[in-house]
């Protein structure tokens, strides 16, 4: 891995306003700077750069991130490719480490070997009349076999040496062309196939797909995981298909190459395909950043729904409310390659406006799972949908599943909520920063109250109408981000809840008291990239773009919260050695002397000073 001080060193260093402005003019929108966004078409800026926070983020596409993640998005660059960009651009050197680019740098151009092999597969498509006549069976001409860099990989086991002829060279072996069996010897890894080049966003081939010609298995073979192709991130024919995405609005998702060209053929040109694996967050954020409608096309069999359950899951945390998730099941004896080619464009297409949105699909199921007509059968939908609804990142979705799961199971929107587990959506990233701040009861200010930082209760409609619940985790998580400075007054302890909030939050406030404070938000985001923490860090970031919350508010919030923090922290350690003892877990004598304990605790918290010290 790239060491953590160099990536703080370059954050620190650069300028994202000066790093976007090479490609995007910015004009000034009060405290931060605004664009029509690069990642997808509009006519209304809504791509925001915080100067103070070194970040971006598009309020209708999602895109957001930090430099370096700007240039992975813009120029289409691997992540280390954009580390070493940007730190080239700031004269610093990319220092050598442990797993790094040694090896491929000692390698020939990878892109280059792969180039040279797909001209090879093209070349040898040319001279194959049983692998040309097998596309012409499938429908498709040379004109889209040429869009797409459609070759054939003769048979025979030593092709390739034609091409390279240091068979034996270790870059043929990285970029998964050639097999090396035991004893060294090695042979070509696809052989007899009609091969499809897989692309990076910048044209660039990264590996292949090869579908065999006969009836051999397996009927589809792809490249390795190699230092440029991982199949979880990649998708095919994005490349051929980003500009029909953007205008149409929407993008279909399929399972194969074949599907994916045969679409093409037909003027269906906004499809693209998984590559051998499942959808994975990965996939549908990507997807995200270049249009606002994702239709997934499965088979209509088992199998296809089980793959397009999966799609749903990987979708609930990566979603909004201005993205839609659709889900399109063909009759069970089509793919999308044999469905168009028997009922044309038009009656593709339009079952593509007609797919199940996501909350159809979601509720159905659900359905199918149980018996609504007895008492078990309503009590286990809500617990079914809880695992399920609980993941939505979208406020405003997971309130209208929650009334429609609620209407179902036959109880009140309040108690389905609670049933779940859920307290409500977070606050709105439009409402003002005096909104943004849980509210406090008199008692509460004298030390007697609950102590918890969190809206009071009071009845659903007027928290859903008015102001909706936030945990007091969510609640400081956003004050840490503005200001990391305070974070080594928050005891780890008073955040202690086992649930992904609290984990986060620990975590903020463990790199918060171990980084540097100027660019800390730049930072956290390059920390916590593709970790379980992120979506979350992301959602909190955007929200703070509007808030207006600035350091010095921020900090007094959490010096004023911590007595109230300490309290909800005894209360949860008292009803702990409840729980303990009554298990017996904990002898009644070492229950005393703890409970004692916790109750001088609180006693001695209560004669402190209300305001805390500066």
Request: charge should be neutral.
């Amino acid at each position: 891995m790239i060491p953590e001080s160099f990536k703080q060193d370059l954050l620190n260093r650069v300028d994202i306003v000066e790093v976007i402005e090479r490609y995007v003019q910015l004009r000034k929108g009060g405290a931060n700077l605004l664009a029509c966004c690069p990642f997808h078409s509009e006519k209304s800026p809504s791509f925001t750069v915080s100067p103070s926070k070194q970040f971006y983020h598009c309020f209708g596409c999602g895109a957001h991130g930090n430099a370096i993640s700007f240039l992975m998005e813009y120029q289409g660059l691997g992540y280390v490719d954009a580390v070493k960009a940007l730190a080239e651009s700031a004269g610093m050197k990319l220092p050598d480490y442990e797993g790094g680019p040694k090896k491929v740098a000692a390698s020939p151009d990878l892109y280059e070997v792969l180039d040279r092999a797909s001209q090879f597969f093209r070349d040898q498509l040319k001279q194959s009349p049983g692998a040309i006549d097998y596309l012409k069976r499938r429908g498709l001409t040379g004109k889209i076999a040429a869009r797409f860099g459609i070759g054939y990989a003769p048979a025979g086991w030593r092709n390739l040496e034609s091409v390279f002829p240091d068979y034996t060279a270790a870059v043929l072996r990285e970029t998964g062309l050639v097999i090396e069996a035991e004893g060294g010897k090695r042979y070509d890894r696809f052989r007899d196939r009609v091969m499809f080049p897989i692309l990076d966003q910048r044209a660039r081939v990264i590996g292949f797909g090869g579908r065999v010609l006969g009836d051999g298995e397996p009927k589809y073979l792809n490249s390795p995981e190699t230092p440029l192709f991982e199949k979880g991130r990649e998708l095919y024919g994005m490349v051929q298909a980003r500009l029909s995405v953007r205008s149409s609005g929407r993008v279909v998702v399929v399972e194969g190459y074949m599907d994916v060209v045969a679409l093409a053929q037909h003027g269906v040109e906004y499809a693209v395909a998984t590559l051998g694996t499942a959808t994975t967050p990965v996939h549908v954020q990507k997807l995200f950043r270049q249009v606002d409608e994702v239709v997934f096309c499965f088979d209509g069999d088992a199998a296809g729904r089980k793959a397009a359950w999966h799609a749903l899951e990987v979708a609930l945390p990566v979603l909004s409310d201005n993205k839609t998730v659709k889900f399109l099941f063909l009759p069970v004896e089509d793919d999308p390659d044999t469905y168009i080619r028997a009922h044309g464009r038009e009656t593709f297409e339009q079952m593509v406006v007609e797919a199940r949105p996501l909350s159809e699909f979601l509720l159905s199921e659900l359905r199918r799972r149980v018996d609504l007509d007895t008492l078990e059968g309503r009590s286990r939908l809500i617990a079914e949908a809880k695992p399920l609804v609980s993941r939505v990142a979208a406020p405003a979705l997971q309130l209208q599943l929650m009334k429609a799961l609620a209407e179902l199971a036959g109880v009140t929107s309040d108690e389905a909520m609670r049933l779940a587990g859920i307290a409500g959506p977070p606050i709105a990233p439009r409402q003002a920063a005096s909104q943004d701040r849980p509210r406090v009861s008199s008692e509460e200010r004298r030390g007697r109250g609950s102590g918890r930082v969190q809206i009071p209760e009071r009845p659903v409609q007027a928290r859903s109408e008015r102001r909706p619940i936030q945990s007091h985790e969510l609640w400081l998580a956003k004050r840490l981000l503005v200001a990391p400075g305070v974070a080594d007054r928050v005891p780890l302890d008073f955040v202690d809840s086992d649930t992904l909030e609290s984990r986060a939050v620990r975590a903020l406030i463990a790199f918060a008291v171990e980084s540097a404070e100027s660019n800390f938000d730049a930072l956290v985001f390059e920390r916590f990239r593709d970790t379980e923490f992120e979506i979350l860090f992301n959602q909190l970031r955007s929200e703070l773009l509007v808030l207006g919350l600035n350091p010095e508010q921020a900090e007094g919030d959490v010096l004023e919260a911590l007595p109230r923090l300490e309290r909800d922290w005894i209360r949860r350690q008292i009803d702990r050695v409840q729980r303990d003892t009554a298990s017996g877990a904990i002898s009644p004598d070492e229950a005393r002397e703890r409970l004692q304990e916790l109750t001088r605790h609180r006693a001695e918290l209560d004669r402190r000073p209300e305001t805390p010290p500066t």
